[in-house]
């Protein structure tokens, strides 16, 4: 298949690492952002391919990893009233909150629906007139403009009986809040290509610049990740600090302005709890004030609902890479898939679940 096989072709990523490997001098701590990079490169074992002089450290990017727990209690609270349809992505169904998660509410006779898209949530609204249709909005930039778009068509349309309960984070507050952490380890980042297929990279120009940091945006297959993280350490190498684009296939410069508009015109801009990582400002988005109307939160009377993260997860050091999953005491013990105590071990794209399917620490 056209710009997927050349991006699996073992003699290119063959020839990816020789050229890593001679252009590596020293060690380098280089960040995934993403959650979908950070799963290939576990998958097909790329950390332990390239010189063991690479440090890479696994970053936030996991949409369904830093929803916060506060978030998960608030869809819990929606979806066990009466009359309710709560639609969600199937990976948020198995996120725990405080005290269960939504597959288990759903199992008590919920109506809790699995969709892909928040339009078939909006044509479930049209479809049921005499229930509540709530849509459980989370992710990145990525997943953003469609929300945006079915909160937008629900105006025109005034489809009153469907909501959205937003949970949205944005990309760029987070890299600059590990930039600033004095821990932080971070020495350049593969840039999320999925988030800058939307948003351009426009964005990460300042960051570039004021840290210091080469960001080298990057897609998801092997051949991507090598070509990313060679381009990365070839500008580390060199001491620069540029902004550079490996995903061109996809992404360019300015992103899906028709997508951004929209973003603008039903989104606004809010400070936002990330699961593990605490409050980023301007992190979040949130509906404006102008679209309150289709807001869960106030519909429900929900948005006062807070909650404390588990003690004994350390997602929120997985998150910031300041620990490898196998790191964590409860990690393939009383943390599995099957029973996950934090977001990083219930969706496929979080480090904790990756380490577990593709190392071999469980029998
Ligand atoms: S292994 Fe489980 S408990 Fe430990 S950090 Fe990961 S999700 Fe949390």
Excluded at 34 to 53: E, F
Excluded at 299 to 310: C, D, G, H, N, S
């Amino acid at each position: 298949m056209k710009f997927v096989d050349e991006y699996r072709d073992s003699a290119t990523a063959k020839k990816l690492l020789k050229a890593i490997d001679k252009v590596t001098t020293q060690p380098w701590n280089i960040m995934e952002v993403c959650g979908g990079q950070t799963h290939s490169i576990i998958k097909h074992g790329i950390d332990q391919l390239i010189p063991s002089a690479i440090n890479l450290i696994h970053g936030p990017g996991c949409p369904v990893c830093v929803t916060p727990l506060q978030a998960i209690d608030k869809a819990l609270e929606i979806a066990k009233q009466a009359n309710i349809i709560f639609c969600s992505f199937g990976d948020m169904l198995r996120v725990p909150g405080s005290e269960q998660d939504l597959l288990a509410l759903k199992a008590q006779g919920a109506d809790i629906r699995v969709v892909y898209s928040p339009l078939d949530a909006l044509k479930l609204a049209q479809q049921n007139t005499d229930k509540q249709v709530v849509f459980f909005a989370v992710g990145f930039e990525t997943t953003a403009p469609t929300v945006a778009l079915a909160v937008y068509q629900a105006k025109r349309q005034q489809i009153n009986n469907f909501s959205a309960l937003v949970s949205h984070v944005r990309v760029p507050p987070v890299m600059q809040q590990l930039l600033s952490s004095k821990d932080n380890k971070v020495q350049g980042f593969l840039g999320a290509g999925h988030v800058c297929t939307i948003m351009g990279y426009h964005e990460y120009l300042p960051i570039a610049a004021q840290y210091h940091i080469p960001i080298v945006i990057t897609g998801f297959e092997p051949v991507d990740i090598l070509q990313g993280l060679y381009l990365c350490i070839k500008q580390l190498e060199q001491g620069k600090s540029e902004v550079e684009n490996q995903y061109s296939r996809v992404v360019n410069q300015q992103g899906n302005q028709p997508a951004q508009q929209l973003l603008k015109q039903v989104f606004k801009v809010v400070d936002q709890n990330w699961r593990g990582l605490g409050e980023i400002p301007q992190s979040g988005l949130a509906l404006s004030d102008e679209y309150a109307q289709w807001n869960a939160e106030q519909r429900f009377l929900v948005a006062t609902i807070k909650t404390q993260e588990p003690k004994n997860c350390r997602s929120g050091e997985v998150l910031q890479g300041l620990l490898k999953p196998e790191g964590c005491a409860e990690f393939a013990k009383s943390c599995t898939p099957e029973h996950p105590l934090g977001a990083t071990m219930v969706s496929s794209e979080g480090a904790c679940a990756a380490y577990y399917h593709y190392r071999s620490h469980h029998v």
